[in-house]
């Protein structure tokens, strides 16, 4: 689900558990990012010991809570650090450079040197850029702290003001960064439920194709072996051979199109450029089932060249599906296929007498077929007709 700028202010835990999956993918950016946030925060400190330090009692204690103030800093983003131990690091030699500098020698004799306070400007804006909430508003309110709090440390500074409102607009700042990091966030994720869903649809795809091949490669070598074992009862070997050559033949072409339909799973993402069926071989497709034993004739009106590649494909697998059911539903009954290229496209296909027709299995070529014709945009239905079964469909 996406994430709103609320719910990252209102997130208890280190931002790495969240960050971590975004940041993660771009680490070079976020690392120079980190970098120059670092080098700026040194130059800062290097600049305040060097205008301070000829003019203070402590230049080595300035330096020190210089020193360590940036090492904090540096550290901020350790793995296994906890946040807000690292904010005290930070902020806890500014605090004593800034609170407690007149009794300890740290502030220089003229001027009051005010550079170190835009360390923890820096160190609020950071923080509400990538912080938790409770992270945000400890680090902010310790920053107000220091900076109005030396008001009466110090009798020369009068800046609190000034300083208060660098805080406000560096709090702003990294909230927007934060809307940044957010808006991040939002398109990773949209573009994982995406590209789930597209692999969920080329899978249901691609179960389709599978079910149809295989359920129409088996009724045909089925019908065939049927036609060649009652030959043999006959005594009729040629008859039998025959049989048996075309239910053969039907086999291997079978076994090309699962190889074909089976070849869009190749993890090389390597194109199977071989043709897939049209509407000009549901003729072809007819007289298969007819050589195989079903009882079934074309009724065609129209020109299956003029159709599209799209609706031709879902006119042959429909054709071959309805002719898979009425060969395993219904032995012995006359099916008629009337196909009318329009346009629109109707296909109707009857299977008429024979055994009582009805469905037994689970019903995926009924809904492949509907969901074929949905995808055209185009309107499918399926029953019973009389005494036997009917499947329909208009395609645009």
């Known amino acids: 689900m996406p994430f709103g700028l609320r719910d990252l202010i209102a997130d208890l835990r280190a931002p790495d558990e969240w960050l971590d999956p975004v940041l993660g993918e771009n680490p070079p950016s976020w690392l120079a990012a980190g970098v120059a946030g670092l080098v700026g925060i040194t130059f800062v400190a290097a600049a305040t010991f060097v205008v301070c330090v000829g003019r203070v009692d402590s230049p080595a204690l300035l330096g020190i809570l210089l020193v360590l103030s940036v090492i904090g800093s540096a550290v901020r983003f350790r793995r296994g650090l906890p946040q807000l131990v690292a904010a005290v690091w930070v902020i806890g030699p500014l605090a004593v450079l800034n609170l407690l500098g007149s009794p300890l020698g740290l502030y220089e004799s003229e001027g009051r040197s005010q550079t170190s306070i835009m360390m923890l400007v820096w160190l609020v804006g950071e923080t509400a850029a990538v912080g938790s909430r409770r992270l945000v508003v400890g680090v902010t309110a310790s920053v107000l702290a220091i ?38 966030v939002n398109t990773k994720v949209a573009q994982t439920a995406l590209s789930e869903q597209a692999t969920t649809a080329e899978r249901q795809r691609i179960a389709r194709e599978v079910h149809d091949v ?28 025959e049989a048996l050559e075309e239910a053969e033949r039907a086999g291997r072409t079978s076994l090309n199109e699962i190889r074909h339909t089976v070849g869009l799973l190749r993890a090389d993402g390597a194109p199977d450029t071989s043709p897939l069926p049209s509407a000009d071989d549901v003729p072809s497709l007819v007289e298969g089932y007819r050589a195989a034993g079903l009882d079934v004739s074309l009724d065609l009106h129209g020109d299956l060249g003029t159709i599209e590649p799209a609706a031709g494909l879902a006119l ?18 006359h099916t008629t296929v009337h196909i009318d290229t329009g346009p629109p496209l109707h296909v109707d296909v009857r299977s008429q007498g024979g055994m009582p027709v009805g469905l037994r299995g689970g019903g ?4 492949g077929m509907a969901e074929r014709a949905a995808a055209l945009g185009g309107m499918f239905e399926a029953g019973s007709s009389g005494n036997g079964w009917r499947v329909a469909a208009t395609l645009p």
Request: avoid cysteine; proline fraction near 2%.
């Open 147 to 184: 900076a109005i709090g030396r008001t009466f440390t110090d009798p020369a500074y009068g800046a609190g003001l000034i300083w208060s409102a660098g805080i406000a607009a560096a709090l702003l700042a990294g909230m927007f960064i934060r809307a940044l990091i957010v808006g991040i």
């Open 214 to 241: 295989i359920a129409h490669s088996l009724t045909v070598t089925m019908l065939h072996l049927t036609a060649a074992r009652l030959a043999v009862g006959r005594g009729d070997s040629t008859a039998a051979t």
């Open 316 to 333: 042959y697998r429909i054709v071959q599906e309805s002719l898979t059911n009425a060969g395993r539903h219904a032995p012995g009954a």
């Open 364 to 367: 995926l070529g009924l809904a």
